[in-house]
């Protein structure tokens, strides 16, 4: 009975050790990541004067030599554009979502009562231009595959160091099968989180416990600074990149390998990884 329950034991073990695996990721993929504070949906200021993920702030991250962290979703006639929120009501003061408002009707409406307009992701590119690296976040949303097709049709054409990242893993998985060399990462919290944002209590101990890696088979793992479940402690052991999301002093640097950051000024690069590199 004993030696039964020890090899349904290992077997638990194991299969929760290939659930949780990250991928096998060079030091060369990694490179352009590693080490460095990335600006939390561009450089932009607390008061939203110069809002979130708008022009200015990409403009402002690349002229402070920062790395970008940016989301992307679909309007409703498929324009990649640049938004956090599933909704524009915090943003634009409007109560419909941003995949049910074509982008001509969007771009009329102006961010946190600012001159600012929502840009398409190709508009980012084009100010970006390759000066800095950028952790593309794909939204979760109802158009899935059409928003991942169109993200790396445009990352295809474009001239800079990129990664991807995602909270849904089928979005990061499909990027898994269709661009294997482009660096990928899962977004994670706690299952709390997941709970209270609105999802099940199963889904959530699933997503928080990262137990669908392997599917994606993540480079990174951008959890919600803090507390982390044993599972996703487990993946970081095994190799996954550990990013930290969102910083607001520079404390996180010990803790993480990326950093995105908002509200304050960190250096560019860590300095023990720069000391590494002496």
Not at 123 to 133: M, T
Not at 179 to 193: C, D, H, T, Y
Request: glycine share 6%.
């Amino acid at each position: 009975m004993v030696k039964i329950l020890l090899i349904i034991l290992v077997c638990i073990i194991i299969l929760w050790i290939f659930a949780v695996a990250p991928a096998y990721t060079s030091s060369k993929k990694k490179a352009p990541f590693t080490g460095r504070n990335f600006a939390h949906r561009g450089l932009y200021e607390k008061d939203q004067s110069i809002p979130e993920n708008c022009l200015e702030a990409f403009k402002n991250a690349v002229g402070s030599g920062y790395g970008m962290e940016l989301d992307v979703q679909l309007s409703l006639d498929g324009q990649v554009v640049v938004f956090h929120d599933d909704d524009l009501k915090r943003a634009c003061g409007v109560d419909k979502r941003v995949d049910e408002v074509s982008f001509e009707d969007l771009r009329k409406l102006k961010l946190f009562n600012t001159d600012h307009q929502i840009p398409l992701f190709s508009e980012v590119l084009s100010v970006v231009n390759g000066k800095e690296p950028l952790i593309v976040e794909l939204k979760n949303g109802r158009r899935n595959k059409e928003l991942c097709e169109k993200t790396l049709a445009l990352l295809n054409d474009y001239d800079g160091e990129y990664c991807i990242e995602s909270f849904n893993p089928l979005i990061t998985a499909w990027f898994r099968v269709h661009a294997p060399k482009i660096m990928r990462g899962f977004l994670s919290q706690l299952p709390e989180v997941y709970v209270k944002d609105g999802l099940s209590p199963l889904v959530g101990a699933i997503l928080g416990r990262s137990l669908l890696n392997f599917l994606a088979r993540p480079d990174f793992i951008a959890h919600k600074i803090g507390k982390r479940t044993v599972s996703t402690d487990l993946a970081l052991l095994l190799g996954a990149v550990k990013t930290g999301w969102t910083s607001h002093d520079p404390s996180s640097e010990k803790d993480h390998d990326i950093v995105i950051f908002e509200h304050y000024r960190p250096e560019i690069r860590f300095k023990n990884i720069k000391n590494k590199e002496a």
